[in-house]
């Protein structure tokens, strides 16, 4: 008689291991998806908000310059220069760079048609210049006492108008700038947010003195050379509707204002000097 004999084999941990490979995969697949898919997302809202919320910085700094003049009062604001990376996930951080412009490094002006002399005026600005990673970068710019933003692939746009006023007369039409200047300290003029943690710095205001230039009159045209001359072209077409008779043309780096034919223009140029300075402390 022949004897047969089974054998019965148990898998039970190769079974156990193939289930734990599954479920790592499983999280793997997920957790790669929302990496791909969502993160970016969720960071370009982030940065999103963060430019909002320079928007607004930049909104009470303007505020703040306009409510302290002729009041010899420091006034310290807070701008957010960057976004931080999300925990536990592979993000990117933005940064940002913010500055003061002075008459010292400005290549912004107003420059006057007017024989026999041609007087310049220098544009001054607190810029900040954003460099997202998941956003498209921006730059908000206080100049001419307005607020513009500006991004690579598009025009430049106005937040809030620049200080220009227009009066028509019958021959003359007068123009007025309030106009801040801005001058930083050395040391002090710029900070960012390279190579460091540095997430919000602390710029200070302060008003200094006021000084209006001679009225100049009999003057043909009106250039302002600036880096934003779609917004300027934008604020001085909508300040300009139905008070006065002035053509305003955009150029590539100028915006050209010319009066209606047998007009002439008076400029009227309100200097108002403001210190800046960037960073913890004051240097008086």
């Given at each position: 008689m022949v004897m047969k004999r089974f054998y019965k084999q148990v898998c039970y941990g190769v079974s156990g291991v193939i289930e734990a490979l599954?479920?790592?995969?499983?999280?793997?697949?997920?957790?790669?998806?929302?990496?791909?898919?969502?993160?970016?997302?969720?960071?370009?809202?982030?940065?999103?908000?963060?430019?909002?919320?320079?928007?607004?910085?930049?909104s009470y700094i303007k505020s703040m310059i306009d409510i302290t003049k002729g009041s010899?009062?420091?006034?310290?604001?807070?701008?957010?220069?960057?976004?931080?990376?999300?925990?536990?996930?592979?993000?990117?951080?933005?940064?940002?760079?913010?500055?003061?412009?002075?008459?010292?490094?400005?290549?912004?002006?107003?420059?006057?048609?007017?024989?026999?002399?041609?007087?310049?005026?220098?544009?001054?600005?607190?810029?900040?210049?954003?460099?997202?990673?998941?956003?498209?970068?921006?730059?908000?710019?206080?100049?001419?006492?307005?607020?513009?933003?500006?991004?690579?692939?598009?025009?430049?746009?106005?937040?809030?108008?620049?200080?220009?006023?227009?009066?028509?007369?019958?021959?003359?039409?007068?123009?007025?700038?309030?106009?801040?200047?801005?001058?930083g300290v050395t040391g002090k003029k710029t900070t960012d947010t390279i190579g460091s943690n540095l997430m919000k710095c602390i710029i200070c205001t302060n008003y200094s003195k006021e000084e209006v230039m001679p009225p100049i009159s009999g003057v043909n045209s009106i250039q302002i050379h600036s880096g934003y001359v779609h917004a300027w072209a934008d604020a001085l077409t909508g300040l300009s509707k139905g008070a006065a008779t002035v053509t305003i043309s955009p150029n590539e780096d100028y915006v050209e204002l010319t009066p209606y034919t047998g007009k002439t223009f008076t400029l009227i140029v309100n200097k108002i000097f403001y210190y800046v300075q960037i960073g913890p402390g004051w240097i008086r």
């Open positions: 599954l479920i790592i995969t499983l999280v793997a697949m997920v957790i790669g998806v929302i990496q791909t898919v969502y993160i970016p997302e969720v960071m370009k809202q982030r940065e999103a908000e963060h430019m909002d919320e320079v928007s607004n910085q930049f010899n009062v420091p006034i310290f604001s807070t701008v957010t220069l960057a976004s931080s990376e999300l925990p536990y996930f592979v993000t990117v951080r933005s940064y940002g760079t913010l500055s003061v412009i002075d008459e010292e490094d400005t290549s912004s002006e107003i420059l006057i048609d007017y024989s026999p002399i041609t007087p310049r005026v220098y544009l001054t600005s607190i810029k900040y210049e954003a460099d997202n990673s998941y956003l498209v970068d921006q730059t908000y710019v206080i100049e001419g006492g307005g607020i513009f933003v500006d991004q690579p692939d598009g025009n430049s746009v106005m937040r809030v108008p620049p200080s220009v006023s227009f009066t028509n007369g019958s021959s003359v039409v007068t123009v007025r700038f309030n106009l801040p200047v801005f001058r």
